[in-house]
């Protein structure tokens, strides 16, 4: 729990923020489907999935343009016109219509085409691993937004509890059984499990529109009616490794690097343009065909420096691709540890909230009938308080740990086929 002076700035923006709402425009709001729901919603709404479609569809767009052969080109020339002597105006013009085309050669658009696939490939393992880590962290702000809603309910009922607690606190005082020192410190004790309710609520509202946000919803969400944190689990198997989305993401980021290789080489190979046409002859009123050849001589660019630069790439490719699969198998062995020991700490949490709760009750009974002092009810009640906050972090780690081993195993949550 905060200090009361560093809890006095949050107070008071929040404040601020429920004056300026009074002269707001009323937004309608609703409540937040289930996860999967929401998650579908999503597709068609979150920015960062339409950014990752969009990636697809340029290199779809690319790969048919890869497949496209280069356009002929018409030439028209005028020879032997508007000069002097013979060469006077147009009666000894020659005229020379040909239509070149550029002979792609070395196996170039074969390469082309090939590289163009696999970037669509690539892409599209890009666009899935982009899908499954945004429903994580969807699914990690859902788990959030329904904590903090949980913290304000907890900050409510610590509330009651510690307006309960002052009034028995001042009916000893004015029954002559307790100082009026400990009624002064019951009501502090309510002002700052106020002050607390206030911060509770401002992290519920921060987090709902950090929920609202991520999905891309039309509307605001106001509350979690559906809960995410009792959700099951999926389970993820060392054998996954090689179908996690981050690896097939990284091998085909490599075939990529590897076409892309093969088509740098074939550049090498000079291209050859090729002509034919027709040339009148205006003065003998005559026509002959005319063709021609032009080949370039590789002399000084040979595509060396792209060759060794697409090379690197490969090298960096294979070197993620390893290193996500050695994440992968790693990550897969350590997620299957974390969901039991987050398991585990919920058990215990939720157990301790029982005993913390029951401790608080015959605290309570205790003081009232003038058995134990103030410090002992504020004590128990503190402790009850911890243990509920304690018990909704587990959930939170649980929940957590749920949707990264379902992440590792290409699910988009626990329990969601992505």
Not at 52 to 81: K, S, Y
Not at 127 to 144: C, I, K, N, S, W
Not at 184 to 192: L, N, T
């Amino acid at each position: 729990m905060l200090p009361s002076k560093s809890r006095r700035p949050l107070v008071a923006a929040t404040l601020g923020l429920s004056a300026l709402g009074v002269f707001a425009q009323p937004v309608s709001a609703a409540p937040a489907p289930s996860y999967p729901d929401l998650l579908a919603r999503a597709q068609s709404a979150a920015p960062r999935l339409a950014e990752a479609q969009a990636g697809v569809a340029r290199a779809e767009g690319l790969a048919r343009q890869a497949a496209v052969i280069p356009n002929p080109a018409l030439t028209v020339d005028l020879e032997n016109f508007s000069g002097s002597g013979p060469f006077e105006g147009t009666s000894q013009a020659e005229a020379t219509y040909s239509l070149q085309q550029t002979l792609e050669l070395g196996g170039k658009r074969g390469a082309r085409v090939a590289a163009g696939r696999a970037e669509v490939t690539a892409a599209q393992a890009r666009a899935g691993r982009t899908r499954v880590d945004f429903a994580f962290d969807l699914a990690m702000a859902y788990a959030e937004a329904e904590a903090a809603q949980r913290r304000l309910k907890l900050a409510s009922d610590v509330l009651g509890l510690t307006e309960e607690d002052a009034r028995i606190a001042t009916a000893l005082v004015e029954a002559g059984r307790e100082a009026d020192l400990r009624r002064i410190q019951a009501q502090a004790a309510v002002e700052a499990a106020r002050a607390s309710l206030a911060e509770a609520r401002a992290a519920q509202e921060t987090a709902l529109a950090n929920l609202t946000s991520l999905s891309g919803s039309s509307e605001p969400i106001d509350s979690i009616d559906v809960s995410l944190l009792d959700a099951g689990s999926v389970a993820a198997s060392s054998s996954e490794a090689a179908a996690t989305l981050g690896v097939v993401a990284a091998q085909a980021e490599k075939a990529a690097a590897e076409r892309l290789l093969v088509l740098e080489r074939r550049k090498a190979v000079p291209d050859v343009d090729v002509s034919v046409g027709v040339r009148q002859f205006n003065g003998d009123d005559a026509t002959a065909l005319v063709a021609g050849l032009s080949v370039p001589l590789p002399l000084f660019n040979r595509n060396q420096g792209a060759v060794a630069a697409a090379r690197a790439d490969v090298s960096a490719a294979e070197a993620r691709a390893n290193a996500a699969l050695l994440e992968a198998q790693g990550a897969i062995r350590s997620s299957t540890a974390r969901v039991v020991a987050s398991e585990a700490r919920l058990l215990a949490a939720n157990q301790g909230e029982e005993a913390a709760q029951e401790a608080y009750r015959l605290a309570r009974i205790g003081y009232e009938a003038g058995k134990l002092p103030l410090v002992e009810l504020v004590n128990a009640r503190r402790a009850l308080a911890e243990a509920r906050s304690q018990s909704i972090a587990a959930a939170v780690e649980r929940a957590g740990a749920r949707a990264a081993q379902a992440r590792l195993g290409g699910f988009a949550a626990p329990g969601v086929q992505p």
